[in-house]
Nanobody, 126 residues
Framework: QVQLVESGGGLVQAGGSLRLSCTAS????????VGWFRQAPGKERDFVAA????????DYADSVKGRFTISRDNAKNTVHLQMNSLKPEDTAVYYC???????????????????WGQGTQVTVSL
């Protein structure tokens, strides 16, 4: 079993930055393929960013490319999502997800992930 706990959400003005963290337990994060997703009220859960198990390959949604960065801190068993130049449309609950068995490439499909965190709220004001 893998448990994921997100943190770092909050309220920020447009143009500001936040760094989300996803701390894993039950398995080393270096052995996990990890993704970040978000869900705004009344909308479906959307892909944001993903990292291959090795961390050598990443993928981003077009809406966040150039503004968000996914990274790993294996020593702390944590994956981060650095979010810069935030916009009001980035407001959502952000979830991290992990997969143990898939190929070593980033994945955009929520159904490919076996484990999910509880989510952390990000609110971007004008």
């Amino acid at each position: 079993q893998v448990q994921l706990v997100e943190s770092g959400g909050g309220l920020v003005q447009a143009g500001g930055s936040l760094r989300l963290s996803c701390t894993a337990s039950g398995r080393a994060v270096s052995n996990l393929r990890v993704g970040w997703f978000r869900q705004a009220p009344g909308k479906e859960r959307d892909f944001v960013a993903a990292s291959s198990r090795s961390g050598g390959r990443t993928d981003y949604a077009d809406s966040v490319k150039g503004r968000f960065t996914i990274s790993r801190d294996n020593a702390k068993n944590t994956v981060h999502l650095q979010m810069n130049s935030l916009k009001p449309e980035d407001t959502a609950v952000y979830y991290c997800a992990a997969d143990v068995w898939g190929a070593d490439r980033p994945i955009r499909v929520p159904g490919e992930y076996d484990y999910w965190g509880q989510g952390t709220q990000v609110t971007v004001s004008l």
